[in-house]
């Protein structure tokens, strides 16, 4: 996206644009930077004491928030493009805080304790793929909610403490068909 496209877009003129950016750099850092302070302010409307009917919650404000900016993916892909580090900055400031909170859930035993950090990537790939895929022009809000519904069953059976020590269907399935584990592989 060229800077005489996003002053067309914006309908100004190159020469005010410059009066408050020096280049498209500048803006994507600016509009990159508004998008994650209105995505944070939109998330911490969630009164839910319990981590999992957070992540249900905050799942559906984060639909909710990108149906509303149809735009947003295609900004954060571009930024991307335009300057990784920027695209980068946006996504690990959001996992870190995110981090922070699991690891607070762990401690009150609200969710697996594992990495984290890990966990934050997971949890982000998740909402944004699913924010890429069902919040565009057209999905309804009982679709939204079916996806909310149908990802937090996914999470929460993917983070409950009791679901920890039970193997996956998947293990059980390999084991019985005799597959190789990771640990017999070899380097190819």
Not at 99 to 111: C, G, P, S, T, V
Request: charge should be positive; glycine fraction near 4%.
């Amino acid at each position: 996206m060229s800077v005489n496209e996003i002053t067309d877009e914006a309908g100004m003129a190159i020469g005010t644009f410059y009066l408050y950016f020096a280049d498209k750099l500048e803006v994507f850092r600016a509009v990159v930077d508004l998008i994650q302070q209105e995505l944070r302010q939109h998330l911490r409307s969630s009164d839910a004491d319990d981590r999992l009917a957070r992540e249900r919650q905050g799942l559906g404000d984060f639909l909710t928030f990108a149906s509303e900016r149809p735009k947003m993916f295609r900004i954060l892909q571009e930024s991307y493009v335009v300057d990784p580090d920027i695209y980068f900055s946006y996504f690990e400031s959001i996992a870190a805080s995110y981090a922070r909170r699991l690891k607070d859930a762990q401690k009150r035993k609200q969710i697996v304790e594992a990495d984290s950090d890990i966990q934050a990537w997971c949890l982000i790939a998740i909402s944004n793929f699913l924010g890429m895929r069902y919040s565009r022009p057209g999905t309804g809000k009982a679709k939204l909610n079916a996806v909310v519904e149908a990802a937090a069953d996914f999470i929460v059976h993917g983070l409950s403490p009791e679901q920890k020590n039970q193997p996956s269907r998947s293990t059980n399935e390999s084991k019985k068909a005799g597959a190789t584990t990771p640990s017999k592989l070899r380097r190819v």
